[in-house]
């Protein structure tokens, strides 16, 4: 089965630039999830949708980044403005309602803030 | 609030060597993921155990869930180049289990 996609793989903006990213699941996953990771850091997670509906977004810093499944399959994360702490790689990963709650990750975008 | 420390933060060892990491939760846990991210790369799911005392092999990988379940241990034995990257344990968070809730990593080099 297709893993993970996401897309762009690679971004370079300068601070207080806007940028979205693109993100589509494994077909059929019901949950989706947004990470980002800070070089020699784990991953950190923005949020979590059920299908459509957001089940976390506590650690989502809401004044500049938005995220959105509109119809329960692919999903966009966007910055706006971008500050340079915003530099990490923004994981999207899914998992099966029918799993035992593993996920399964794309390869990231490698977004640089300049 | 919950938390999952891992140690060590880093190791190097020569090619051939034996290589562990571990991760330690402050609460009971019900299951415990182990995830692999090469140098550039994204976490790949590498194993969940879920019952007490459990202990899973895949090739030359050993993973341990401890018997009180608040504890885990993954081992390479003779380690290879292609084991370089960082592991990483997830655990469930106690209220969302679908969230996991991630160690730091242990990276880990090998010299050939």
């Known amino acids: 089965e297709a893993g993970v996609a996401q897309s762009p793989r690679y971004k370079i903006i300068e601070k207080r630039q806007s940028v979205a990213f693109w993100c589509n699941p494994i077909?059929?996953?019901?949950?989706l999830y947004w990470y980002q990771q800070i070089l020699g850091q784990g991953p950190k997670l923005l949020i979590q949708?059920?299908?459509?509906?957001?089940?976390?977004d506590s650690q989502l810093p809401k004044d500049r980044f938005s995220a959105e499944r509109l119809k329960g399959v692919d999903s966009t994360l966007k910055i706006q403005p971008a500050k340079l702490e915003d530099s990490a790689v923004y994981l999207c990963a899914s998992s099966s309602p029918a799993g035992t709650g593993e996920q399964y990750f794309g390869p990231g975008t490698r977004l640089t803030v300049t | 609030g919950q938390q999952v420390m891992q140690i060590p933060q880093y190791q190097h060892v020569q090619e051939g060597e034996d290589f562990t990491t571990y991760c330690n939760s402050s609460t009971t846990l019900s299951n415990i993921q182990w995830y692999k991210q090469r140098p550039g790369g994204h976490p790949v799911f590498l194993i969940q155990l879920v019952k007490s005392g459990e202990v899973k092999k895949q090739k030359r990988l050993t993973f341990q869930f401890g018997e009180a379940k608040k504890n885990s241990s993954l081992h390479i034995t003779a380690t290879q180049t292609t084991d370089v990257g960082t592991y990483f344990c997830a655990v469930p968070n106690a209220g969302n289990n679908r969230k996991l809730i991630w160690g730091l990593g242990t990276s880990l080099a090998v010299n050939p």
């Open positions: 077909s059929g996953h019901a949950t």
């Open positions: 949708f059920q299908n459509n509906g957001v089940v976390d």
